[in-house]
Nanobody, 115 residues
Framework: QVQLVESGGGLVQAGGSLRPSCAAF????????VSWYRQAPGKQRDLVATITTRGTTNYSDSVKGRFTISRDNAKNTVYLQMNSLKPEDTGVYYCGALVNWVLEWGQGTQVSVSS
């Protein structure tokens, strides 16, 4: 199986940047894709960005041009570079990995953006 550990969240003012990471452990070769989701208080979990094992990336319209998903294969880690942060970006950011047709989740990391 695969285990995911998110880190790198924090509190920033609007316009600031953060770069949370998602480290994967276990059978890395079984991962089909890795995505970042976020969940604001009282709301559903929404997809933010995805990267496949082939390197293809996709972004939600709300973050396109501001966020960049990338990976470091040597470290088995996926990053989410978040620039020009807005208060509406606030939420818990979760890393999800598609593994053998099952979406595995990390514990999440809190991102708070103040105005």
């Amino acid at each position: 199986q695969v285990q995911l550990v998110e880190s790198g969240g924090g509190l920033v003012q609007a316009g600031g940047s953060l770069r949370p990471s998602c480290a994967a452990f276990g059978r890395i070769s079984s991962i089909n894709s890795v995505s970042w989701y976020r969940q604001a208080p009282g709301k559903q979990r929404d997809l933010v960005a995805t990267i496949t094992t082939r390197g293809t990336t996709n972004y939600s319209d709300s973050v396109k041009g501001r966020f960049t998903i990338s990976r470091d294969n040597a470290k088995n880690t996926v990053y989410l570079q978040m620039n020009s942060l807005k208060p509406e970006d606030t939420g818990v950011y979760y890393c999800g990995a598609l593994v053998n047709w099952v979406l595995e989740w990390g514990q999440g990391t809190q991102v708070s953006v103040s105005s």
